[in-house]
């Protein structure tokens, strides 16, 4: 745990609010991922702070992947909404917070990937479109029109809106299954 998330900060006291939204967050990733196909198992849950993250929620392959289907991916993707979801559904859209911030990059981030690097978007087909904005891998920005990049961004937008809402039904779907009718996603 050291190693792969830092040191945990003992230093840190957290109020009993921050540390339940903390637990609501993971266990909104943790509840995606075990309901969308194609998706690793949850290995580890934490609300202990550690290096720049309150809380972790951590998902291993069961064995060695060299490369990814669409499916995966995108189950990827909707995982990593899993934890602002859960914090919209419990306390409201204006009391989501600022934690979900990495996931939100890396999320893009494997979207625009697949639409740009491994023809992934069924509008753009196979082509890499490399990156408009420096380049990777050391190389050059590829030239590209600005209607090329228009529509890279819509592409990269619906993968996005796409599996956010496929988050959102599982975890609406959670939580009408409370017998209580608690708003209790921790029940799951």
């Known amino acids: ?50 290096g720049g993250a309150l809380g972790i929620t951590m998902f291993l392959p069961e064995r060695d992947q060299y490369s990814a289907s669409k499916d995966k991916l995108e189950s990827q993707i909707a995982g990593l909404f899993g934890g602002r979801i859960a914090e919209a559904l419990i306390y409201g859209s204006n009391k989501v917070t600022t934690g979900a911030s990495n996931d939100i990059e890396r999320a893009t981030q494997l979207a625009r990937n697949m639409v740009t690097k491994w023809g992934l978007s069924e509008k753009l087909g196979p082509m890499d479109y490399g990156d408009n904005e420096g380049g990777y891998m050391g190389s050059q920005a590829k030239p590209m029109s600005e209607q090329m990049a228009i529509t890279i961004d819509q592409e990269v937008r619906q993968l996005i809106d796409k599996n956010y809402q496929h988050a959102e039904d599982i975890l609406k779907e959670v939580e009408h299954e409370s017998d209580d009718g608690s708003r209790d996603l921790a029940k799951y």
């Open 1 to 50: 745990d050291k190693l792969l998330m830092g040191a945990e900060k003992r230093s840190m006291v957290m109020r009993k609010e921050d540390l339940l939204m903390t637990a609501y967050h993971e266990a909104g990733h943790a509840i995606v991922g075990q309901n969308v196909v194609d998706h690793d198992p949850v290995y580890k849950v934490s609300i202990m702070p550690r």
